[in-house]
């Protein structure tokens, strides 16, 4: 089996070239991938910030849903 030799500079750049089509091309995938990182972000927020306050009795939730609060 023969074996290459690339330098740095050559495979830093075919990097930067493939990684910058694969942006280009799956830009879409790349999009929903983001977004859902962001909404387990906020999700996890949400339920942090939900431990720190008081619980909420079943008639006041049900308040709210009616639009009652």
């Known amino acids: 089996?023969?074996?290459?030799t690339?330098?740095?500079?050559?495979?830093?750049q075919t990097l930067k070239e493939a990684l910058t089509e694969t942006l280009h091309e799956e830009r879409e995938f790349l999009h929903d991938?983001?977004?859902e990182v962001l909404e387990d972000f906020t999700l996890?927020?949400?339920i942090r910030d939900g431990l720190e306050t008081p619980q909420a009795t079943r008639e006041e939730v049900f308040n709210v849903l009616e639009g009652q609060a």
């Open 1 to 4: 089996m023969a074996q290459t």
């Open 6 to 12: 690339i330098d740095r500079e050559t495979l830093k």
């Open 33 to 35: 991938v983001f977004a």
């Open 44 to 46: 996890g927020e949400a």
